[in-house]
Nanobody, 115 residues
Framework: EAPLVESGGGLVQPGGSLRLSCAAS????????MNWVRQAPGKPRELVAS???????DYADSVKGRFTISRDNAKNLMYLQMNRLKPEDTAVYYC?????????WGQGTQVIVSS
């Protein structure tokens, strides 16, 4: 079983909302810092939001005030609530877990913001 599996992507109109989920398995999720990273066509990967093992959060300027990252250590889940979506948010969104030299990635979930 893959250590990280994303879900919740899809097609949404500008101004709409989506909630992405990342299910973790096979490692001590609560000890890992977690990230949402996105990659738009023809662009490098961009760190969108981070949440530490202790719950501290950080966001890219492009999503501050619109996206909220959270985690549920009891359920081994991480979320990204995305509101007021814009066409430039269109990308594949990846879940990432980091602890020292260990680095897990999910397969990604596609988000398309278009009318």
């Amino acid at each position: 079983e893959a250590p990280l599996v994303e879900s919740g992507g899809g097609l949404v109109q500008p101004g709409g909302s989506l909630r992405l989920s990342c299910a973790a398995s096979g490692f001590a999720f609560e000890k890992y810092d977690m990230n949402w990273v996105r990659q738009a066509p023809g662009k490098p990967r961009e760190l969108v939001a981070s949440i530490s093992s202790g719950g501290s959060t950080d966001y890219a300027d492009s999503v501050k005030g619109r996206f909220t990252i959270s985690r549920d250590n009891a359920k081994n889940l991480m979320y990204l609530q995305m509101n007021r979506l814009k066409p430039e948010d269109t990308a594949v969104y990846y879940c990432n877990a980091k602890l020292l030299r260990v680095d897990y990635w999910g397969q990604g979930t596609q988000v398309i913001v278009s009318s």
